[in-house]
């Protein structure tokens, strides 16, 4: 009953996007047919070519979101535990957090050439500021009592880092995670528009300029999907992980 | 007071060690060759190069292009993002039909809908403002439910016994409680209006400062690419900091604790 | 009760210490001088005006805060950090949200590398004499305020800490549950002998359950009034409550409060 409350609208955009055509007030190349585009999804879907193209997007982004995983979780704790760190990557990222993201790619191109490389160090760059950020206001946040307790039950520094700051500042890394999943996804399709020759945002491109409009919106309803499909796994990768955690979980709903 | 402003200024330009070290570390190794110019021109060329393409108007007139853009996109996505969020929170009929269209929507990669957009409006600005509004609009719409969401029932039930109708409850009571919520809002929007026009000029061409960011690197101006990337920063920062000077000025009463770290 | 043969070595010894917070340019003295003894085995409890710097103190015999000047010694060593010697319970419980009941018990048994046999044992004894079977794979969230507090104080018991610091224990609980804790808390500190330095702000708590009552000024907080008090548990709470001589000592240590907090100290 629930989830067919929440088809419903989109049932809804459906009919007036018919509507729309059908009444002649939005011609058909300005507006594929519902049909037309219903059949071009089907068409993607058989053969291979959006496979392969969500595919080569999706291990970009999740590289590059892996290896910001790996530079920026750290460095936040980092920052957020010693104040000579803090003190002289916090300017850093001061200065750097208002650059866009995708302002880089030409430099990359430049120094790496269309291919791998560029796209993973783009989507790299912008997924490490929310990774810094959110791990470092999240070490930051953790209440003293709960440190000085564990301190005095004999945690020692090492077994402080992993056995009480990791888990009680687990939301809002797993919150910056998912902010640098929505990152990733922007800045990869963002560079794919500017510079590669796979990838489904070359592919939504490319459709576009050939003008096969109807396989152009299959194509970006199937991106919309997946991606919506890969933020609902990870929001309950993320709630199952905190289910310790006092209900609060539309504030992580979001991010 | 006053004997204690000198040195607190100098500390805190002393705090900035970091950047000062990169900016050095910069010059160095491209003043020691280890790096072709073309790759990376020194900090000193990408410096002296802004004076000149302001003077030419070549950083100024796309600037204003870009700002342009982002400006009526975030308009846009502001009034109906409010609107939207003001009416799913209060409104049950729009919850029901916009809830899920929002959350389907709020984790796609707006940039996909650039093609989209493009054959809609053609190259210009209406296709990038549209962009803009769309990638905006979700900050706005969360915000505004957030913010009304808040607002204690006994106030909406007070207001309703003094005979407040529906519109007038959503712009007496609901809008103004929402305000420091909005403003967190708009804080994140606002970069996002700034980097879509940016990333969408970028991509489709059409002026501004991410087209001339592009033809620069085409044309392997190297200097004016960083000179554009250096512009794209500080409009950046000077807009956080003027919009935060603004929070202060307006909502002081409201203490700052729930701040997106963004 | 316990030892308190004279001439035996202190368990905490404070001498002229002071604590000064550095806030932004001005400081301000948080506490201090203070100079206190707490001999084995002895319950103590500070009682003060707010803001008096009583849980300042806590935390300094805790390691958690640096002592700006004197000396803060237990059996005789200086305190210089946070150690096994000395548990700690918060108003705040502290417990870790995101272990079970029973994994929280565990902690300090853990990190003392316990072999897990015998852990498992004593964790189960611990949460037998709680109260809290049934409980031990909820995690915190689902405890309530009363049922947190047993929890904090039984891992802080099971690995056996000869002096226990509580800051405000049931400061967060209503009030017939702190009655029922304050008498688990004297059935424990009894039958265990450990040495408890407690801060309050509630008075009748602290004539009820200690050896000693101090009472502190405002800030910067020294102990201004010291009553010793002697009241036969035995009989169980309503008699001493209804007792004169604890009536006596109630008046006494409140009046004494309430002029710290009228006067300037």
Redesign the interface.
Known sequence: MRRLAFLLPFALVLLGWQALGSSGLAPPEVLPSVAAVAHALADLLGGSEIYLNIGVTLARCFTGLAVGCLLGIPLGVAMASSRRIDGFFGPLITATYALPKTAVVPLFILWFGVGLRTEVAAVTLSALLPLVIYSYHGVRAVPGPLLWSAAAMGTGRVAMHWRILLPAAMRPTLTGVRTALGFSFIIGIATEMLAANLGIGKLIFQYGESGSYDYMFAAVLALMSVVYGIDAALLRLINHLLRWQDDDRAGAARG | MMTARGPRVVERIARLYPLLLLALLWEAVTRLHLVPPLFLPPLSVVLASLPQLLAQGDLAMPLLISLYRAAIGLVIAGVLGILLGLLIARVRWARLLFAPLVAFGAPAPKIAFLPVFILWFGIGHVSKIALVALTSIFPFIFAAQDGAEAVPRQQIWAAQAMGTGPWRLLAGVLLPAALPALFSGLRIALPYAIVTAFTAEMIAGGGGLGGALVMAQRYFETPTVYADIVVMLAVGYLLDIGLLALRHRWLRWQEESNDAPN | MQADEPGSLPKISITSLTRVFDTG?SRLAALGPVDLTVRPGEFVSIVGPSGCGKSTLL?ML???LQPSSGSLLADGRPIT????D???V?Q?Y?L????TVADNIA??LR??RMQAGELRDRVAAAIAMIGLGGFEHR???ELSGGMKQRVALA??FI?D?QILLLDEPFGALDSQTRELMQDELLALWRSTGKTVLMVTHDVAEAVYLSNRVCVMSQRPGRVVAQFPISLDHDKGREAVMLSDQYRALHDQVWLEVRRQVGGKG
């Open positions: 340019g935390y805790g390691g958690f950090g946070p150690g096994v000395r548990g700690i918060f705040e502290a870790f949200p995101w272990l902690y300090g990190m003392k995690f915190p969230r891992r802080t690995y800490p």
